[in-house]
Every structure is written in structure tokens, then in C-alpha cells.
């Protein structure tokens, strides 16, 4: 929470945890009221998928969505839901130049003009609103692998010709943790996706609260 200047404290529930939870009948109530039990507040946060389909499983009494949708209506504002618009690379992709940074392995990529320039004719405007032309087709991840090739291309040229080492070396899901460690998170970077924005009222609620955990 330095971003904020605050003492807030983020405890990351594990992926298996969540799913071990979620298979067992109120799994989930049982999970976040432990969690409450030595945190002020529990945040689910899941990828949005596109409006039909929220509109599809938001139809389905039993899906996910709407069963953590349930205890979040049942914890009494302890708990609350914010659906990643688009995937997490929509988040990522708030700071181009930060993905730059990664690739080079030099924060100092930062402060170099050439990289700055590049970094500005590839950072889209909000990056939640980066969409699938058609069933298939570019969306945030994709969109963010064609800009990890274009960076790696940058630092060497000559993996134009080695499509393999190319994409062995482009941006893969398993590479966001390290990713995000180079992102900027600052006003200008936020405000590029509306469900960081709302994460982000969210932890700043909490920091002028009272600071807290989650």
C-alpha cells in the first residue's frame, strides 16, 4: 500500500484454497467468515467474461458468480466481488511502459526516451474496453503476447526470424507476477481500467479507515 502511504496489510487467498472451498456446500460463507475472523475485509476477484456470457451465468442459480455473489449479500459489506473487466493482462496493460521495463530487465527502461515514445504508440486508451472483433480474434491477452513480441523484436532484432525462441520468450500467463512487479501504479495508470479503479477505491476506503487487512 505504498501507493497509498498507508500500513494495509493483503493476505492472497490460494487458488486451490478457493477451489476447495467452493466444491463443499457453503464452502465459501465458512471460508470468508474465517477470514474475517483476522481480517477487515474479503475481496473476491474473479475475470469478467464478456456481457453475454455474465448474462448467461448470472442466469445459472449455481455458478460461481452467483453463489459468491450470495455471501457477498450476506456479509454485511465485509465482503465484496469485482469482476476483472476483460482478463488480468487488461490490467497489466495499464502501463505499457512498465511491460517494457520487464522485457529489458532494467527499470531504467523507464526514463529512456526511445522506449518512451514506443511505449506511448502501443498503450491503449481503456484497457478494459480492448475487445474480441470477432469470436477468436485480439483480446487483452492477445493484445498484450503481440506487444511482448514487438518489445522482444525491439531488444533483438534478429527473433523476426526465429518464430520458435520468439515465442518461447513472449508474455505467458504464468510471467503476470513478475510482470506486475515493473507496472506503475499511480492516478493516470488506475483510471485506464474501471475494475482496477474500483479495486483501488476499495483498498483507499480502507487505508483513510482505519488501516486494515485483507
Given at each position: 500500500m505504498k501507493y497509498y502511504g498507508c500500513n494495509v496489510t493483503i493476505v492472497y487467498g490460494t487458488k486451490q484454497?478457493?477451489?476447495?472451498?467452493?466444491?463443499?456446500?457453503?464452502?465459501?460463507?465458512?471460508?470468508?467468515?474465517?477470514?474475517?475472523?483476522?481480517?477487515?475485509?474479503?475481496?473476491?476477484?474473479?475475470?469478467?467474461?464478456?456481457?453475454?456470457s455474465q448474462a448467461q451465468r448470472r442466469g445459472e442459480r449455481n455458478s460461481l458468480v452467483n453463489r459468491i455473489q450470495a455471501v457477498v449479500n450476506n456479509s454485511a459489506g465485509k465482503a465484496i466481488l469485482i469482476l476483472m473487466l476483460q482478463e488480468l493482462e487488461a490490467?497489466?496493460?495499464?502501463?505499457?511502459?512498465?511491460i517494457c521495463c520487464y522485457f529489458t530487465k532494467n527499470a531504467e527502461t523507464?526514463?529512456?526516451?526511445?522506449?518512451?515514445k514506443f511505449a506511448k504508440r502501443k498503450q491503449p486508451g481503456k484497457t478494459n474496453l480492448i475487445e474480441e472483433a470477432e469470436l477468436g480474434g485480439k483480446n487483452a491477452k492477445e493484445y498484450l503476447e503481440?506487444?511482448?513480441?514487438?518489445?522482444?523484436?525491439?531488444?533483438?532484432?534478429?527473433?523476426?526470424?526465429?518464430?520458435q525462441n520468439l515465442k518461447e520468450r513472449q508474455y505467458?500467463?504464468?510471467?503476470?507476477?513478475?510482470?506486475?512487479?515493473?507496472?506503475?501504479?499511480?492516478?493516470?495508470?488506475?483510471?485506464?481500467?474501471?475494475?482496477?479503479?474500483e479495486f483501488a477505491r476499495r483498498l483507499q476506503v480502507l487505508a483513510e479507515s482505519d488501516n486494515g487487512e485483507i
Amino acid at each position: 500500500m505504498k501507493y497509498y502511504g498507508c500500513n494495509v496489510t493483503i493476505v492472497y487467498g490460494t487458488k486451490q484454497g478457493f477451489n476447495d472451498a467452493a466444491r463443499e456446500p457453503d464452502g465459501l460463507k465458512k471460508a470468508v467468515d474465517a477470514y474475517l475472523k483476522r481480517n477487515d475485509l474479503v475481496i473476491f476477484l474473479i475475470d469478467a467474461d464478456s456481457a453475454k456470457s455474465q448474462a448467461q451465468r448470472r442466469g445459472e442459480r449455481n455458478s460461481l458468480v452467483n453463489r459468491i455473489q450470495a455471501v457477498v449479500n450476506n456479509s454485511a459489506g465485509k465482503a465484496i466481488l469485482i469482476l476483472m473487466l476483460q482478463e488480468l493482462e487488461a490490467w497489466l496493460l495499464v502501463d505499457c511502459l512498465g511491460i517494457c521495463c520487464y522485457f529489458t530487465k532494467n527499470a531504467e527502461t523507464r526514463s529512456s526516451e526511445e522506449w518512451i515514445k514506443f511505449a506511448k504508440r502501443k498503450q491503449p486508451g481503456k484497457t478494459n474496453l480492448i475487445e474480441e472483433a470477432e469470436l477468436g480474434g485480439k483480446n487483452a491477452k492477445e493484445y498484450l503476447e503481440s506487444l511482448s513480441q514487438e518489445i522482444l523484436i525491439k531488444i533483438n532484432p534478429k527473433l523476426k526470424n526465429k518464430l520458435q525462441n520468439l515465442k518461447e520468450r513472449q508474455y505467458r500467463e504464468d510471467k503476470s507476477p513478475e510482470v506486475a512487479k515493473y507496472i506503475e501504479i499511480s492516478s493516470q495508470t488506475i483510471k485506464r481500467n474501471e475494475s482496477l479503479e474500483e479495486f483501488a477505491r476499495r483498498l483507499q476506503v480502507l487505508a483513510e479507515s482505519d488501516n486494515g487487512e485483507i
